[in-house]
């Protein structure tokens, strides 16, 4: 699904802006607290929240090329690596 976020993201871009050789992706993550009891992948957070946790990539335009759903208490910057060769994999 990714896959598909990072072609479109570009072709978007591409459209909006034309051939602008800068890049800047922006990584994200964002904890979504959760009220529910049974809740596959919920954890406790570093703040103590109960929820579910997203990592999200953004270009400087706001033109989003990754989203992924992860357990709540997963560390902030984990799969980053993986999100930036991803998506600099295509634009090359």
């Not at 050789?21 to 954890?43: N, P, W």
């Not at 570093?46 to 759903?69: E, R, T």
Request: net charge negative; charged share 25%; glycine share 6%.
């Amino acid at each position: 699904m990714n896959d598909v976020f990072i072609f479109t993201a570009l072709k978007l871009r591409e459209k909006a802006h034309g051939k602008v050789r800068d890049f800047i992706l922006d990584i994200d993550s964002t904890d979504h607290e959760q009220y529910g009891k049974k809740i596959e992948g919920v954890a406790y957070n570093y703040k103590n929240h109960w929820c579910l946790d997203s990592l999200q990539a953004f270009d400087q335009f706001g033109f989003q090329y990754w989203m992924d759903v992860r357990p709540g208490n997963t560390y902030t910057s984990n799969d980053a690596p993986r999100v930036i060769e991803r998506v600099f994999h295509q634009i090359a």
